[in-house]
């Protein structure tokens, strides 16, 4: 996918959903975009702990919801490991998500990338970043046993992103040139400098 794409989607997502938080959806789609081509670029030839789609935790039971579960885990040495294929695993009961290891991918890579670089994203923002690809916690209701109250709080604006995360498409080109000032803009706002990456 293209820059120009990339910044479409980004443009049409935003132009369907105005919020309170509306340049907080603008930069945390900006961001999930261009890092979702990084990431895929960079590690497509890693095997299935580098995960580009679904997250999901890692050291308890993976649950039957998450996405190719029954082909793509045989060879998972989690599961041969009696610690983590239990339903807390290694945590427990309703510890939050803050305190659970996820998948490795491109979500999770942005998070902690905005989070070391104390980019000023709301939590709100933080959250859909990092937990829009977790489905079989905001689609399937699985892994519940790990929420905290914050996490039960979030979850809703992480379902509303979620809607519009999906290749939104369009058959109107935006000018990608008139729109960079507006983005860059943006992006100093809760990004200022240069990131570490």
Known sequence: ??????????????????????????????????????????LCAFLQWSVVGDTFPVGCKFQNSIVFRDSTFLDNPDNKNQSYNTEHGIYEANCGLDKVLMSWGHDEYLYRVLKFNNCSIPEEGMYMIRFHSFYPWHSHEDYMHLCSDKDLQMLPWVKEFNKFDLYTKTTVLPDVEKLMPYYQSIVDKYCPGILKW
Do not use: E, R
């Open 1 to 42: 996918m293209s820059l120009q794409s990339f910044i479409m989607s980004s443009f049409n997502i935003c132009s369907i959903y105005v919020h309170i938080y509306k340049y907080t959806y603008k930069i945390i789609i900006l961001h999930h975009y261009l890092n979702k081509k990084k990431h895929f670029f960079c």
